[in-house]
């Protein structure tokens, strides 16, 4: 992993005319780190990444990756660095997958001969002389893919890379991208989808109305959160008693239901209330512990929005 100053996007504000779609971001990306940019429809995601490649000009501020603007001179040799998939891929559909990509192979001067490989790695190799009509919608974003990786790219931007396909399929794009991030590469994915991105990500950025809301690790957007672990205990009624006491006043949370005492509390005692409980003897049949997960985190940080479920998602798709 190489060092914190990858991109760095300092005070950026993008307007159209009179709407201001982005209003003073500020963000540093590092080498090798997988980034996600979550936020609901219009949150500026899209447009945030189209600055980082350079296709568009900040209205106010800078943008540098590697050192350079990526809307000024160097700007070409940069963008071979960038592979892009954008939200909605679109390709002719006479071709076949291995023309297609053989086109973009040549579109950004990388030799033709790695196209195999690419297809093999995205698993489109036994389908690369079908015309793209004949592909699903799965297929067709794999191919996609496909074009962002053409020339082994340093940084992968992906505009919601899993939008449309099932679940299987979004298993394989997220493996894909893992492997590129474990080979050092930089990941910045947009996504609607908290809980498929959750265990992907380095670094999370929550955005909304063209701000950054907050930015960091999930486990720096679990602190600054505040949002308790429920650890769920499961007790029989003769030691229910033994084990409240061992509790009592690590925790201002505890409630009891049946079989099961419930435990809210910080992430910091977290491990104190643990020990507590494995010191008992024979006290707990079982324990469950519960983190927040990403969504909570994000309905912390913006609670009147909802973030589209996957269904919606794969209506709008
Ligand atoms: P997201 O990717 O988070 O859904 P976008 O970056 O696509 O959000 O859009 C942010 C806002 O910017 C939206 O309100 C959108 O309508 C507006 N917007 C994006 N591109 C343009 C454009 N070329 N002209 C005018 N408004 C735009």
Known sequence: MVDSSLITVTNVVKRYRSETVLKGIDLNIGAG?????VGHNGAGKTTLMKLILGLIKPTEGAISVLGFDPSKDRARLLRKGLGYLPERVAFYESMTGL??????????????????EILESVGLFDAK????????KGMKQRLGLAQALLGDPQFLLLD?????????VRRQVYDLINRKC???KTAIISSHSLNEVESQADHVVIMN?????VSGSMESLYE????PTIITLSVQEENKDRVLEQINGLTSSISVKDSKIEISCSQKDKMTVLQAVMSLDN????????APKLDDIYLHFIPNKVVASEREEETRA
Do not use: N
């Open 160 to 168: 919601e890379p899993t939008s449309g396909l099932d679940p299987v």
């Open 129 to 136: 002389e079908r015309p793209v009509q004949t592909y699903s």
């Open 283 to 290: 006290g707990v049949d079982d324990i469950q512990i519960s």
């Open 209 to 213: 109305e063209g701000e950054v809301i």
């Open 33 to 37: 780190e997988c980034v996600v940019l």
């Open 224 to 227: 600054q959160s505040g949002l």
């Open 182 to 184: 474990a080979e050092g």
């Open 99 to 116: 023309e297609v990509l053989r086109f973009y192979a040549r579109l950004k001067s990388e030799p033709i001969a790695g196209c195999d």
